[in-house]
């Protein structure tokens, strides 16, 4: 579905299938893939279902709303105004699912990761953390460098009309002014030249 992607509200599994079929469509075989903003792991089960030759790794901070950039509560975006709880069942489920699919987690910062990671290392890395313009112009800048000459940088809600996401398209139009490839749930795409 390169080049245009569907504008129906879908949720859950459904949502998470369709990014995940998005992604495997770009991944190589047996390639390293790299989401940040993963909550339960959901696209990540997902992406294996499909594609079981994929090394997987996580990155979340798990951080309830008390302890979220303003900027992303700003948004009013569902995931920047969790409860404590429902962080701790989050990350809970996440790691659950990691250890039964030998997924591996980064309990950090977007940035914090990033700091972490050689540059070239992942085929792929797909961006849905904080959906504010700065936290996805932040993600960009901090995670291009880290996808292979080839490989792809992604992301989700672009294009979305509801107006929590509007970051989103302006920080990944700034990078890529020439546009983007645009496929199921409002996912995003881009080769990094090589």
């Given at each position: 579905?390169?080049?245009?992607?569907?504008?129906?509200?879908?949720?859950?599994?459904?949502?998470?299938?369709?990014?995940?079929?998005?992604?495997?469509?770009?991944?190589?075989k047996?390639?390293?893939?790299?989401?940040?903003?993963?909550?339960?792991?959901?696209?990540?089960i997902?992406?294996?279902?499909?594609?079981?030759?994929?090394?997987?790794?996580?990155?979340?901070?798990?951080?309830?709303?008390?302890?979220?950039?303003?900027?992303?509560?700003?948004?009013?975006?569902?995931?920047?105004?969790?409860?404590?709880?429902?962080?701790?069942?989050?990350?809970?489920?996440?790691?659950?699912?990691?250890?039964?699919?030998?997924?591996?987690?980064?309990?950090?910062s977007?940035?914090?990761?990033?700091?972490?990671?050689?540059?070239?290392?992942?085929?792929?890395?797909?961006?849905?953390?904080?959906?504010?313009y700065?936290?996805?112009?932040?993600?960009?800048?901090?995670?291009?460098?880290?996808?292979?000459?080839?490989?792809?940088?992604?992301?989700?809600?672009?294009?979305?009309?509801?107006?929590?996401?509007?970051?989103?398209?302006?920080?990944?139009?700034?990078?890529?002014?020439?546009?983007?490839?645009?496929?199921?749930?409002?996912?995003?795409?881009?080769?990094?030249?090589?």
């Open positions: 579905m390169s080049g245009k992607y569907a504008n129906q509200p879908v949720r859950g599994g459904a949502a998470a299938r369709q990014r995940a079929t998005a992604l495997c469509k770009r991944a190589p047996s390639g390293k893939v790299l989401e940040i903003g993963t909550m339960t792991g959901n696209m990540a997902e992406a294996k279902a499909l594609r079981p030759d994929l090394r997987w790794t996580m990155v979340d901070s798990w951080l309830p709303q008390a302890q979220q950039p303003q900027r992303y509560i700003d948004t009013k975006d569902d995931n920047a105004l969790k409860n404590s709880q429902l962080c701790a069942n989050h990350r809970m489920q996440a790691y659950q699912r990691a250890a039964e699919r030998e997924f591996s987690i980064l309990n950090m977007s940035l914090e990761a990033a700091a972490l990671v050689k540059d070239q290392s992942y085929d792929l890395v797909f961006i849905d953390a904080d959906h504010s700065e936290g996805v112009n932040e993600d960009i800048r901090a995670w291009r460098s880290k996808v292979k000459p080839g490989g792809w940088i992604g992301g989700h809600d672009y294009g979305n009309i509801d107006p929590r996401f509007g970051g989103v398209d302006r920080a990944v139009d700034e990078y890529y002014p020439g546009g983007v490839e645009k496929d199921q749930n409002y996912t995003w795409w881009a080769r990094i030249g090589g």
